[in-house]
């Protein structure tokens, strides 16, 4: 594949996430690049004749020195016009593209499923959302147009030289695959220094979320300062970055060489000329002074195409973002649940090939009742409510609400029906109101107050200074651990969504408040279908039927509390240990 083919592929992707509008402009900003070029190669062309009629006082190819002089201005302005022009729809398609590219990125990654995310994740997607955004912005922007411009100036300049000097012509001619040759191999090296510079960054990015989000973890491990990981990421960092600026100097040596042979090349042809009397000396004088402004035109395109090439690598990891598989989700729904009921029909999940979470689980929950699953660490019991909403797709079986497979409804009906509370609370940087308002942003202030009192937030707002208009901070850190929770099972209660799926939802609440959160379970069970993961014992006690799941993810044992305990089985032996561990007390 060609530079130019390259940079044509290139540019379709940028356009990919631009709006109609403003691909439509850029591809102005680009014509108007190109036609600024063409003017300027004729400029060029037009000051070896001029100036020779300026030296000789004669005409050159019949025209006056007055008419050049003209004509030469009139190009001039022509090229000035263009390229501002140019330049002004190619900044502006720019910005748009960078705002487009904003949105893009978000709603992609408001579609990917959660397997997706991973530890590097969040260093990826700062990357792309500030660094990477900006440096494809600029491509869109600058690079692109500049290279357009002055690629068409040199072809122009070069076909002028065969007019006016053969063997400047051939020169330039015998050049031109040369340099492309010596781009090629500059493009090569640029490709290795983002590849060697690139995953380093990201994983150091990924590291300095992590240290910054693991604090306490890690002061408690007195490693608060001497985080490993942190250290040799950035030796890995620094060591790659070094070794790719050998590659960026190595292609730079390349392309420099390279212009630097035809500008001597170009001026020892113009003393040479002037030497052996074929040429006046102010002739040989013009031709070495337009060599060394050709020279700079080369440069220019030489830097374009380095830029160029960084971001063509910047767009790869935009594109592995943007062309991540989704979860397919219908537009509009194929069925609408009849009821608030929720079944698992032998359904089997595994997150990694191979490696089954879950495996032929099937029950299922009639409307206005409640379904607690227990079980050991890691058997899947998260995963059943996370497959309930939809966060993953099964990978055998299906879950159904209502009697709908959850993959034929659309998202938006989806939601609508299913609420959940999970063990990881995030809160916005807004005011505590409005954090509980996301839920149901129509609610009245009785609506508030209500659920506040039976989840136990309206403590949190009687503490705070500014009550419901305090401002709860970057994740909710304004608040504590079970403070979070607890507004968080106020969103649940208050979007009355018939479905309402519970993760550990008072494992972080004291004795006091977990007797709130019960009472609300209650309350949600007169109107809605409850499906809790739960531990502790007044939560499980209350569930109409109890799902036991084994260290394999399959369904050991199901029934109510007293079924289950006359079994005399695993959650016998389950029930008894957390009784047990209930009543221990310090002497």
Same mark, same amino acid.
Request: net charge negative; charged share 20%.
């Given at each position: ?72 201005? %009139? ?6 016009? !263009? ?39 969040? $260093? ?30 040199? %072809? ?24 492309? %040759? ?28 992590? =240290? ?36 960026? %100097? !190595?292609?730079?040596? !390349? ?89 698992? *029909?032998?359904?089997? =999940? ?27 660490? $890691? ?25 709908? *497979? ?16 999970? @063990? ?22 009785? *609506? ?5 009192? !039976? ?54 609440? *004291? ?47 199901? $029934? ?22 209930? @009543?221990?007390?310090?002497?």
């Amino acid at each position: 594949m060609d530079i130019m083919s390259r940079n044509r592929n290139l540019l379709s992707r940028f356009r990919r996430y631009m709006i109609p509008e403003d691909a439509a402009m850029h591809k102005r900003g680009m014509a108007a690049c190109i036609s600024a070029g063409v003017f300027i190669g004729l400029a060029l062309c037009t000051m070896m004749p001029a100036a020779m009629s300026l030296l000789t006082a004669e005409p050159q190819w019949g025209l006056s020195f007055n008419t050049w002089v003209i004509i030469l201005v %009139v190009l001039t302005a022509f090229s000035c016009v !263009l390229d501002y022009w140019g330049t002004k729809l190619g900044y502006t398609a720019g910005l748009g593209y960078m705002r487009m590219l904003q949105k893009h990125i978000g709603n992609k990654v408001a579609s990917l499923p959660l397997g997706w995310f991973t530890a590097s994740s969040a $260093g990826l997607l700062s990357r792309i959302v500030t660094q990477e955004m900006m440096t494809s912005g600029q491509a869109v922007a600058y690079f692109v147009g500049g290279f357009l411009r002055n690629l068409c100036a040199c %072809v122009i300049f070069g076909l002028g030289t065969w007019v006016w000097n053969w063997r400047l012509g051939l020169i330039v001619t015998i050049a031109i695959p040369i340099l492309f %040759v010596l781009f090629k191999l500059g493009q090569k090296c640029i490709e290795k220094e983002y590849a060697n510079e690139s995953p380093a960054e990201e994983e150091l990015a990924s590291r300095i979320v992590e =240290f910054a989000q693991c604090q306490g973890a890690l002061r408690a491990c007195h490693a608060g300062s001497t985080y490993e990981e942190l250290s040799s990421s950035f030796a890995v960092a620094r060591r790659k970055s070094v070794r790719g600026l050998w590659w960026g %100097v !190595l292609g730079n040596m !390349l392309t420099g060489m390279g212009q630097q042979l035809l500008v001597f090349s170009m001026i020892l042809l113009g003393s040479s000329l002037c030497v052996t009397g074929i040429a006046a000396p102010f002739e040989a004088i013009i031709i070495i002074g337009v060599s060394l402004r050709f020279s700079t035109m080369i440069a220019d395109i030489s830097a374009s195409l380095f830029g160029l090439e960084e971001r063509r690598q910047t767009l790869d990891s935009i594109d592995a973002v943007m062309n991540a598989p989704e979860i397919p989700v219908p537009q509009t729904s194929k069925d609408l649940p009849h009821d608030a009921s929720v079944s698992a *029909d032998h359904v089997a =999940f595994s997150y990694v090939p191979d490696k089954p979470v879950l495996r032929d689980v099937h029950f299922t929950v009639p409307s206005s009742s409640m379904l607690a699953i227990v079980g050991p660490s $890691g058997c899947g019991k998260t995963t059943v409510i996370k497959l309930a909403a939809r966060f993953y797709d099964t990978t055998a079986g299906t879950m159904k609400i209502g009697g709908v *497979d959850v993959r034929d409804l659309s998202t938006e009906d989806l939601f609508k029906n299913v609420s959940f509370v999970f @063990q990881d609370v995030y809160l916005f940087n807004d005011t505590l109101r409005n954090n509980v308002l996301l839920a149901r942003p129509d609610a009245s202030d009785s *609506d508030i107050e209500r659920v506040a009192d !039976l989840a136990g937030v309206t403590d949190i707002v009687k503490r705070l200074p500014d009550g419901w208009d305090t401002v709860c901070g970057e994740s909710g850190r304004a608040l504590s651990g079970g403070e979070r929770q607890r507004v968080s099972i106020a969103r649940a209660l208050l979007k009355q969504a018939p479905i309402v799926l519970f993760d550990e939802a008072t494992s972080a609440l *004291d004795a006091e408040n977990e007797a709130n959160i019960v009472k609300s379970i209650e309350e949600l069970r007169k109107s809605s279908t409850v499906i809790a993961v739960a531990h502790k014992l007044e939560t499980i006690k209350m569930a109409d039927k109890i799902i036991v799941l084994n260290a394999s993810g399959s369904i050991e044992e199901e $029934g109510t509390h007293d079924e289950l305990l006359a079994l005399n089985g695993a959650y016998a032996d389950f029930w008894g240990k957390h009784v047990l561990s209930a @009543q221990w007390k310090l002497a």
